[in-house]
């Protein structure tokens, strides 16, 4: 697609269990975006990234940790899954001058 | 801080009939607005946007202004589609260095029946 892709589609794991989830571009963009999407929640941000080793947080961190070590990668990491991590989690890229998102496809997670 | 809110869904439509999404925002500066569309299974797909006040955005034949003075970027489709069956997002960004994450509605979710 445009150059966007995540790791794994779809992941089982079991409370307080640690998970890493992959984002990898080939755009070389500057900024990398984490969201969950809940049902009556839209699109909630996570965690960003506007350069290697530089992130922040978003509105929904608490539980969450990242790291950008390359600019092609920026890992999501949560420390100890919890049943409320159950989610979709997507990963963005942002090219400014052109005002265009795009989307990773995706990671379904499930903690049981 | 920046926030999106959308109608309250679900909605559910007849093919051909008119369609409306309302989506209001709050910014501090001049954001640019998004639509993104969703369809089942399946990722965010942007469907249309406009970067500045009075823009008009279209894609598919939907369509939406940004109204600056109301704060608005509603959606309207004049017939719709059962392959327009999707959960529409409306979206804003400050688009500028650390700002320029994107900002979510809580999204609606529309049903078109034949």
């Known amino acids: 697609d445009a150059g966007i892709t995540q790791s794994p589609r779809h992941k089982v794991t079991e409370t307080g269990t640690p998970v890493t989830l992959r984002c990898h571009q080939t755009e070389n963009h500057r900024y990398m975006y984490w969201y969950r999407q809940d049902p009556g929640h839209g699109l909630r941000l996570i965690h960003y990234s506007y350069g290697v080793k530089d992130t922040d947080k978003g509105e929904v961190s608490d539980g969450y940790s990242v790291s950008r070590s390359k600019t092609e990668d920026f890992l999501l990491t949560l420390e100890s899954a919890t049943s409320s991590q159950t989610s979709v989690y997507f990963c963005?890229?942002?090219?400014?001058?052109?005002?265009?998102?795009?989307f990773g496809s995706g990671t379904r997670l499930t903690v049981v | 801080g920046d926030s999106v809110t959308q109608m309250e869904g679900p909605v559910t439509l007849s093919e051909e009939a008119f369609l409306t999404i309302n989506c209001t925002y709050t910014a501090t500066g001049y954001p640019s607005l998004f639509w993104y569309v969703q369809y089942p299974g399946e990722g965010l797909q942007l469907l249309l946007k406009?970067?500045?006040?009075?823009d008009k955005g279209s894609n598919k034949g939907f369509e939406a202004t940004y109204r600056k003075e109301t704060t608005s970027f509603h959606l309207e489709k004049g017939s719709v589609q059962v392959s327009d069956s999707a959960v529409y997002f409306c979206?804003?960004?400050?688009?500028?260095?650390?700002?320029?994450?994107?900002?979510f509605g809580k999204g609606i979710t529309l049903s078109v029946r034949p």
């Open positions: 406009a970067t500045k006040a009075d």
């Open positions: 979206a804003l960004s400050e688009m500028a260095g650390a700002n320029s994450k994107l900002t």
């Open positions: 963005a890229i942002v090219d400014l001058g052109t005002y265009g998102y795009t």
